[in-house]
């Protein structure tokens, strides 16, 4: 148990029994103290907790960012919703999920913690799912195009074989039966491919519904969905939809497209700014131009180029990155014979450019 302990002895029940983490920090980056579930949980004792800096126990990938937001915290910024690892004195990679309240006169930072490894498990083995459904998927589809289209040529050679046969010469009727079932059931056959493709068509994204949509309308929509981040992040997102306010897509798609985008710039947020996230159109030769830009932590385009769009990928160590948004944004957008393209450079920001035809 820490030496010392709250000063109103009346919460001391609640401070030592919660299942939730509580913490007090000095700004010299050391533990003040903490109720028995962190001790509990990390297998430290209070001794070895307060010996060394914090950033001892946070996981190696996430010290850099962890320290960067805790540099806000001597500002006396809150910091809400902040998810980052820790090591157990075992080794064990433990998830936490933290809100933390500055003291500047005190020097001091109170902090709550939850332990949400048990959803970081879930929602690894859930991506992993979605991934190898995904491409288990794209076999069976180009299985059964293959399929399809390998059988429906032969049944085109063989109506073709039985229109130029002239039935008329064929005076067995027991014969000339059997070519008419012959020609009867092939014909069958073929409008059953038929069918069977439009079936697989309907459901293919180049065959999805495109209508005219209202741009700025549709990035409302999105703004309102996350305005809670927004308003959290202090965020500014400047819209100009000067040179062309509607686009020809498919609804579904480009919401999912914005809303990706837009949560990417706010996960993705400079730790030392305010997120300022641009959303521009204008047009080039026969095609309309969307770009979207924010001043983030951005990457170095250049080196993962190769890899942008690519599921799974990612370029920072962000506890919620899945590197999935960007694989879906891209599939939307040339499913539908688009191009998107980006430019980044860390520290500085990143731009999306959407290319679709007029």
């Not at 209508?211 to 309308?217: A, D």
């Not at 308003?231 to 306010?245: G, H, M, Q, W, Y």
Request: net charge negative.
């Amino acid at each position: 148990m820490p030496a010392s302990s709250p000063s109103d002895f009346s919460l001391l029940p609640f401070f030592e029994s919660s299942h939730d983490l509580f913490c007090i920090a000095g700004f010299d980056g050391y533990f003040k103290q903490v109720n028995p579930a962190v001790i509990d949980l990390l297998g430290y004792s209070w001794e070895e907790l307060q010996a060394v800096p914090i950033n001892q126990f946070v996981h190696p990938d996430d010290r850099d960012i962890t320290q960067k937001h805790r540099g806000n915290l001597w500002e006396g910024k809150p910091l809400l919703r902040f998810e980052n690892r820790y090591l157990s004195k075992d080794g064990k990679v433990i998830w936490l999920s933290w809100t933390s309240i500055p003291k500047t006169e005190e020097g001091l930072v109170y902090a709550i913690a939850k332990d949400i490894t048990h959803v970081k498990e879930q929602e690894k083995q859930r991506n992993q799912l979605l991934a190898d459904l995904t491409a288990a998927n794209d076999c069976l589809k180009k299985l059964n195009y293959a399929t399809s289209h390998d059988i429906r040529s032969p049944i085109g050679n063989l109506l073709s074989v039985l229109s130029m046969w002239n039935t008329s010469a064929i005076t067995d009727p027991e014969t000339l039966s059997f070519v008419e079932l012959l020609n009867t059931t092939s014909q069958r056959l073929k409008e059953s491919m038929d069918r069977h493709l439009e079936g697989l068509q309907a459901n293919d994204p180049l065959y999805v519904d495109l209508t005219e949509i209202n741009l700025r309308k549709a990035i409302d929509t999105v703004l309102d969905s996350v305005s809670r981040l927004l308003l959290d992040s202090n965020a500014t997102v400047s819209i100009d939809l000067k040179d062309f306010s509607y686009v020809r897509f498919n609804y579904n798609y480009l919401e999912s497209v914005l809303l990706n985008l837009l949560t990417n710039s706010l996960k993705y947020a400079h730790p030392d700014r305010a997120p300022e996230i641009r959303i521009a159109s204008h047009r080039s030769g026969n095609k309309k131009i969307i770009t979207f830009s924010d001043n983030g932590l951005g990457f170095d385009s250049e080196k993962h180029k190769d890899q942008v769009f690519g599921l799974r990928q990612t370029f920072h160590q962000h506890s919620d990155s899945r590197g999935i948004g960007l694989y879906l944004v891209h599939n939307h957008i040339s499913s539908l014979g688009g191009t998107i393209t980006v430019q980044s450079e860390v520290n500085v920001g990143t731009t999306f450019r959407i290319e679709l035809h007029a």
